[in-house]
């Protein structure tokens, strides 16, 4: 067992404190400066407000000014900010940070820097004291996990993922229940371009749903009631191809795009949640800049994970590093959220990246 | 332009006249010795009464026993027939085969065969006449597309495949419209192992929703409604690792898996439809002999395709051909359609077949 700290009380922060805390691990939940409401109601009523559930009974929560009183002894962090607040957790993990120490994160994503991908266990290493930086591990979780389901004990199975092979089977360990299923890999670049394209690709995927009220609205309903689940299915597919291409070009595998931490964690984040709303809103017809005011003060990752990465992205197509072909669905989608360009896309330019697919023939 | 003739005038072979009509191909539909009442409809009033839809206005339907009317100048068979009417099928085509004839085939799935699993499309040749079989070619289609959808005419994207390379060009030309979007493979293996545990896994995908109704019947509702996608998704990956296992083993590629044949196909069809009812009666509790009852007089493919499957899988694992673990998910759902078995799946032996992934650490 453990001293374990759970740096952010969002919900997936906190919902990995259910099975290590289950696993009896001594467990800390430290609020950012942003989570005091949160830490407030775990502390005086033990329930998680987002979470809309008692917090477990050996979990011990702390403001983020008690930072200090948490971490003795800690020798695994949980890093559980959002992706914005990677730059912000660096500066207020270095003080405590020591040789031997793992850091996991539950943050997810990339970002473009100096014109390149990077993602997100790179950009907190980099932004560590020169120090401490290489004295210690980087662990992160891919794959499908919604909060709410985990806090539940309800089954969940996800990957655990560090370059240092040597940490993953003490994490499982620490880790796993009956209830949490946790396999581990090594390919980090795999996982983190994953869970950083999947609610992109969800937002994608949910804008099917909006076409199909929209041309309901216009044309009255179809005879059938037929849906637009093939529309979803190609954006789908597309996805993870567009996916696979981008891990590839990173020198990651395959095999995490087609397993849980792309196929897997891209079906759960297509069945609801703040991205499907965004793309429903943009498919009915909704301008970008009118989809946002509707969904005030919402964070909506998918928006921000596109803006974040498709800078890079291109700047590599400008530079001859990548093809322009190979992702039409990532182009069309930023076209939408930073031009409030309609929802069209050309089907016929989609799989371009995939070797064994002939295109469509040049109808006349 | 070409003469299409289609037999079997369920829903998807119906679907399929909707482009190729709309392509100014001569359409010719002929129902099996099942579908007069269908026929009957479509002659007396022009509607599809499973499509509920007008069917194409160039389109010419033809009874079975018109057969011999509808096939003289045919060039492409689309058969459309179910899984079941292969064997049929092969009778009905053999006095009308030419050489040069090329059918395409909408049935899809395989069958154990002299303990081998055998591709549909190979059940077809091997069941017509020895003079003609080697003279004509096959063609079947992959990839997400729901039939209503497709005849009414919103985006489908589809991958037309053939071993013979030749031919799919000239498919694609006679095919594609600006809402059927067609590429093309030589992966005939791929696609038909892909489209023959697609049903299967959806099904397995649907116990999850069954499996939380019941866990709130018993236990009443979750506090804060936590659902079970973290579940279905862990099946969903599981799913296609197992269809990569076995397309591997048969010679296929993974691409196929992992693209519109495989990915694509699998996420249309765990959104709905009879395999996802059947997953969801069984999650719910009944065994399965109380579903079937439940669901009495509907075709569950999925339990078809698993029933058709798994003796040469059993076989190949007895003679050492396959690894015992690497089809978990299929072995538990076979014990639940064929043992009345409760659903139970140990999440733990997940993706024992993806080399990159190290499994779960025993729990003590």
Redesign the interface.
């Known amino acids: 067992m453990a001293v374990i700290t759970v740096l952010g009380a969002g919900v997936m922060g906190t919902a990995l404190t259910y099975p290590i805390a289950d696993n009896g691990n001594d467990v800390r939940l430290v609020g950012t400066h942003l989570d005091d409401d949160i830490i407030q109601s775990c502390k005086d009523q033990r329930i998680h407000p987002r ?4 917090i477990h009974d050996d979990v011990k929560p702390f403001f983020y000014h008690e930072i200090a009183d948490a971490m003795p002894e800690t020798e695994i962090i949980v890093l559980g900010v959002n992706s914005r607040g990677v730059h912000w957790a660096a500066e207020a993990l270095a003080p405590y940070l020591r040789p031997g120490h793992i850091v996991m994160m539950v943050t997810k994503g990339m970002e473009s820097e100096n014109d390149e991908l990077k993602i997100l266990p790179d950009v907190l290493r980099d932004h560590l004291p020169v120090g401490i930086r290489d004295q210690i591990d980087y662990a992160a979780i891919g ?4 909060a ?5 004990r ?4 996800v ?1 655990f993922v560090s370059r240092n092979p040597n940490i ?2 003490g994490l ?2 620490l880790f ?3 209830y949490y ?7 980090l670049i795999g996982v983190e371009v994953c869970v950083a394209l999947k609610n992109p690709i969800a937002l994608a995927v949910g804008l099917a749903a909006g076409l199909l009220e929209r041309q309901t609205k216009e044309k009255g309903p ?13 954006l ?2 597309q996805g ?2 567009e996916t ?1 291409y981008i891990v590839n070009l990173m020198g990651g ?8 931490p792309g ?3 891209l ?2 984040t ?3 949640g703040r991205n499907s709303r965004m793309g429903r809103l943009l498919g009915m017809g909704l301008p970008y800049s009118d989809a946002v005011e509707e969904m005030y003060g919402e964070t909506i990752e998918g928006v921000d994970a596109t803006v974040a990465i498709m800078p890079a992205i291109q700047h590599m197509i400008d530079s001859g590093k990548i093809s322009a072909d190979a992702l039409p669905l990532l182009h069309t989608l930023h076209r939408i959220l930073t031009r409030n360009a309609p929802v069209d896309f050309d ?2 330019t ?2 371009a990246s ?8 040049t ?1 006349t």
């Not at 309800?154 to 199975?157: D, I, K």
């Open positions: 979470l809309k559930r008692r794959g499908p996990s919604i709410g389901e985990l806090a539940a309800n089954h969940t199975s990957v993953l089977p499982q360990k796993a229940t009956s299923h946790v396999w581990s890999s090594t390919d179809d005879v059938a009631n037929a849906h637009m689940y093939n529309y979803a299915a190609a789908f597919a993870l191809a696979a595998r395959p095999e995490t795009v087609f397993s849980l196929a897997g964690d079906y759960v297509t069945q609801g089907f016929d989609f799989f995939l070797s064994m697919f002939n295109p469509p023939v109808r």
